[in-house]
């Protein structure tokens, strides 16, 4: 069976851009400016990733944290693959902020997911890519 992306991971996110064997998706709330980035692969776990992707990934995890912090002028950057709800392997970079809507809490299932608007959705986009060199 081949690598298909988790229906949740789906109906939350946006692809924003392709790095390698790595999605880089922008999730759907307003409220953070969040990065999912997924291993187009079957592995569940960091450690099951070959060398390869995994080098990849830390990389890309690296390097968006540090494009989020200084864009966003966050004052942490939270980098997390748990997956619990989503069992397909993912990870989480989020900008954080002194009393946003979560702070101090992680983000995770606090409160309602604010939808991006158009013009918000596009700008991130545009960040992303611009970062990625696109």
Wanted: proline share 6%; hydrophobic share 45%.
């Amino acid at each position: 069976m081949g690598f298909t992306l988790h229906p949740t991971l789906a109906k939350d996110t946006v692809l924003a851009a392709r790095v390698g064997p790595l999605q880089v998706r922008l999730v759907d709330d307003a409220r953070f400016f969040w990065l999912v980035i997924v291993p187009e692969t079957t592995a569940t776990e960091l450690h099951d990733l070959d060398e390869k992707t995994a080098q990849s990934l830390w990389a890309l995890v690296r390097r968006l944290g540090q494009a989020l912090k200084a864009h966003c002028d966050a004052d942490k950057i939270n980098s997390a693959a748990i997956g619990n709800m989503v069992p397909q392997l993912h990870f989480h970079i989020i900008a954080r902020h002194v009393g946003d809507a979560a702070w101090p809490k992680p983000v995770w299932g606090h409160g309602k997911a604010e939808p991006l608007g158009a013009p918000t959705r596009a700008a991130r986009l545009g960040s992303i890519q611009s970062w990625l060199g696109n």
